[in-house]
């Protein structure tokens, strides 16, 4: 397991520059965007599709540096009612499959996506409620009609391509917490698992450890995203956590993403580790930088230096101790006096 990183925050930087900084902090992997929302400011699709010399020169880069691709990330809604918009979005992540396939990286991270409410709807509609019973309607449409057909053949392309796609369970999307993402993979194949992002987990009250066991059992974890949140209770308390304050209002939010440590501290970190390690993880920690409370450099390292701690360099030995056999206490003649 090694600490990564995706490298969005940087992308006002030149890929080289951003490497160098990286590998500077010991940073060990990035993930690198290449369409929809995260943008492709280190990693343009169309540059590097099918030409061999620059995925070339982007191998040899990474070389320079000791860094390794964890995966390629492409976060749209290739459900979306417009279909304009939902055809952008799958061609972002049919490429992005194919993309990695060619440079070896085993791994796209995305969203579900999130179709309307029905057949004749013109925005996505995010259902958390089964009444009304036209909720419930709509619920079943969206996985029935429009998600398990998509990603079913999604889900071919990948197996086809001998790729991961690693979904982030994110609300405002159909997937969006662990039962939603074993949902969609028993109704796909194997390739479709979850891309671990504890921070949209914590506000909606999941115990984390709990869930990567959970996951961790159907072997349903592709990628871990490493990002925190903090809930603010002097908000919550009012409001609750549905909270449509914005991201910039920092002081007026029920709850805020935050660096690795400052929303949990680095004990619950070297459990979430030490968990991902039971469940057999051995993959990057991607840091994902958006905490508005700090510059994205600091953000970086503070989460660098509390991961760089809870991560394990080696793997486990042997458990000796579990089979030494106690010994045999020496007898002794007794004798009468």
């Given at each position: ?116 409410g029905g057949p004749d709807d013109e925005v996505p509609n995010w259902v958390t409620a089964p009444w009304p019973g036209e909720h ?65 987990l914590y506000w909606q009250d999941i115990d984390v450890t709990d869930a990567i066991r959970f996951l961790g059992e159907a072997d349903a974890i ?116």
């Amino acid at each position: 397991m090694d600490v990564g990183v995706l490298t969005v925050p940087l992308g006002d930087e030149s890929l080289d520059d951003a490497l160098d900084y990286l590998s500077g902090l010991g940073v060990g992997a990035v993930e690198l965007g290449c369409g929809g929302f995260p943008g492709e400011d280190h990693l343009p699709r169309e540059t590097y599709l099918d030409d061999e010399a620059v995925q070339e020169e982007l191998h040899d880069l990474l070389d320079e540096h000791d860094l390794r691709v964890s995966a390629l990330a492409t976060h749209n809604n290739p459900l979306h009612p417009d279909k304009e918009r939902a055809a952008e979005a799958d061609t972002e992540l049919r490429e992005a499959v194919h993309l990695a396939d060619q440079l070896g990286v085993d791994t796209v991270t995305c969203f579900s996506g999130l179709p309307a409410g029905g057949p004749d709807d013109e925005v996505p509609n995010w259902v958390t409620a089964p009444w009304p019973g036209e909720h419930a309607e709509a619920h079943e449409y969206q996985w029935e009609e429009v998600a398990i057909p998509y990603w079913r053949d999604l889900a071919e392309h990948a197996a086809d391509h001998g790729v991961d796609l690693a979904i982030e369970m994110h609300p405002n999307m159909l997937v969006y917490e662990p039962h939603g993402m074993l949902k969609l993979r028993e109704a796909t194949n194997e390739r479709v698992g979850a891309n671990f992002d504890p921070s949209h987990l914590y506000w909606q009250d999941i115990d984390v450890t709990d869930a990567i066991r959970f996951l961790g059992e159907a072997d349903a974890i592709h990628h871990v995203h490493a990002k925190d949140t903090k809930v603010y209770d002097a908000n919550a308390r009012t409001k609750g956590v549905l909270d449509m304050a914005g991201y910039d209002e920092v002081a007026e939010r029920s709850w805020l993403f935050r660096s690795v440590g400052y929303g949990h501290g680095e004990e619950h970190w070297k459990d979430v580790v030490s968990t991902l390690r039971m469940v057999d993880y051995d993959g990057a920690l991607s840091i994902e930088h958006e905490d508005a409370l700090t510059s994205s450099r600091e953000g970086l390292e503070k989460a660098v230096d509390v991961l760089q701690r809870a991560v394990f360099e080696t793997r486990p030995g042997d458990a000796y101790w579990a089979n030494r056999h106690p010994t045999t206490p020496p007898t002794h003649d007794t004798h009468d006096t």
